[in-house]
């Protein structure tokens, strides 16, 4: 049986329990549910829970060391060549044993009783299946498979069994504790509570597991190449010929990149910070609400327009463009440029701005309004005062999310301030960010140890040390000025 289809039944098990639960706890009283210490529903999910939490932890423990622990099984039965010799070998191994259990989980069992035989071409009873096979595969490798197909069907038929039987197991058991003074209420809140908590963990796990793989990665790159030359270093030049000699085998200076990266990103946000801002003002202001149901989801239309879209209209039109006005005004422009990606990439901010400062200007109380107001302070004296100090916190959040997307952006900085890594106050050269190099040092067939790809880690660590340092600067910045306002 299928795991989606196992844990269909084991969910129905589990509205067979409620509706049983519910029933039981009424006929517990006679009908008269306000003697129940709790409500009928809450028996019904207290069965319902008992039905399915140990069934489905159990799958889950299943699909977690059922796979290697076959892997690790099936590996046995190979050759003692294959099993101590390279790596690249053992892998290219298994994987075609996966592909011949692909094929043998298709035939009928006539035909897998002939795949024993050796005289049976195997290759082209798996083939007729539409299995994909360059060369007929080795014996070790078929009977290696026709044992991991024996291993997953024998574990699928003892997890069916098990779950099922742990799922009535756990239905009789909640049912029959079902009864006036049991606390079902407690219990399933208690549950609840426990899911909530294991919820609000993910992203904290997520954020340390992204931390770790990049940290340990890092430290295995400084152990090549000094950490104070990748800090330091004014030269980016990984040089790739030289990847699979064990050494650095080039120069990896952070400088240049973290350079482009804050260059654009400042360029990104002195186009959208003003203008993102000063439209938030005139729409929650100014605007009267014809236009402003209007304007605002016109605006918010950029925010939907997908990246790589920006990046082909500054290398197609907006470059060129640029480059042109700035020959005929006597300027040396590149087409593709820190004034190109950041004017382009600014435009793509400015819905992130102004969408959610005019939501927090919109939040100012209009008791602060109307006070200023009776003092006599003018419209304009009373937003430039009052509203957008008290606001003051919030456009600080919407300025910073701004700046983290300008800063890991890539689309737009690959098609319109182009991979050189310059370091250069001019802002009519090409340069690149870090977010780019990323990409480009992830991208080939080198190896996965090699300098030339653990660098990748380290530039993605210090993006993270970066956005965490930017982060925590305005935290501090809005928790300054939010107990002055409070």
């Not at 938030?280 to 609400?289: I, P, T, W």
């Not at 309004?369 to 004296?381: F, K, N, W």
């Amino acid at each position: 049986m299928s795991t989606p289809l196992l844990l269909l039944i084991v969910f129905a098990l589990g509205i067979v329990g409620w509706f049983l639960g519910n029933r039981r706890a009424r006929a517990s009283v006679d009908g008269k549910t306000s003697a129940l210490h709790s409500r009928p529903g809450y028996y019904g999910a207290y069965v319902l829970l008992w039905a399915t939490l140990p069934a489905l932890f159990l799958i889950i423990l299943w699909l977690a060391i059922a796979p290697p622990i076959t892997t690790s099984m099936v590996q046995s039965r190979l050759p003692e060549a294959i099993q101590t010799g390279p790596e690249q070998g053992l892998t290219l191994t298994m994987s075609t044993v996966r592909l011949v259990e692909k094929g043998l989980d298709a035939l009928s069992p006539e035909e897998l009783d002939k795949t024993a035989n050796p005289s049976t071409d195997v290759k082209a009873l798996l083939m007729s299946k539409g299995v994909p096979l360059a060369v007929t595969p080795e014996p070790y490798a078929v009977d290696a498979a026709r044992y991991q197909l024996t291993l997953k069907r024998s574990s699928q038929l003892l997890i069916t069994v098990a779950a099922i039987g742990l799922s009535l197991l756990g239905l009789a058991f909640g049912f029959l504790r079902v009864g006036p003074k049991l606390r079902s209420r407690n219990a399933v809140e208690s549950v609840a509570l426990a899911g909530l908590l294991g919820c609000s963990m993910v992203a904290i796990l997520t954020t340390l597991g992204i931390v770790l793989s990049m940290l340990f990665e890092s430290i295995h790159f400084f152990s090549i190449v000094p950490i104070q030359d990748f800090l330091f270093g004014t030269v980016w030049d990984p040089r790739f010929s030289s990847a699979g000699s064990g050494a650095a085998g080039g120069e990896f200076g952070l400088l240049p990149l973290l350079w482009g990266t804050l260059y654009i990103s400042l360029v990104a946000l002195l186009v959208a910070v003003p203008v993102g801002l000063f439209s938030a003002v005139y729409m929650s202001e100014y605007a009267s609400g014809r236009v402003r149901a209007t304007a605002k989801p016109l605006l918010e239309i950029l925010a939907g327009i997908p990246t790589i879209v920006y990046g082909f209209f500054a290398l197609i039109t907006f470059g060129p463009l640029l480059r042109d006005v700035g020959a005929s005004v006597g300027l040396s422009i590149s087409a593709t440029s820190v004034l190109t990606a950041g004017l382009i990439m600014g435009v793509m901010l400015i819905p992130f701005v102004s969408s959610l400062s005019d939501d927090i200007i919109n939040a100012v109380p209009q008791s602060l309004r109307e006070g200023s107001y009776g003092l006599g302070a003018t419209q304009s004296e009373t937003i430039k005062r009052v509203i957008l100090p008290a606001a003051l916190p919030g456009i600080v959040g919407a300025v910073l999310l701004a700046a983290s997307r300008a800063i890991g952006e890539t689309m737009i900085v690959v098609l319109a301030a182009g991979i050189a890594p310059n370091l250069t106050l001019n802002p009519f050269e090409p340069v690149t960010t870090i977010t780019v190099k990323i990409v480009s040092q992830l991208t080939g067939d080198l190896e996965f140890n090699s300098p030339q790809t653990l660098v990748a880690f380290a530039l993605g660590l210090t993006l993270f040390v970066f956005t965490l340092a930017l982060n925590i600067y305005a935290l501090y910045i809005v928790r300054k000025y939010r107990e002055q306002y409070e």
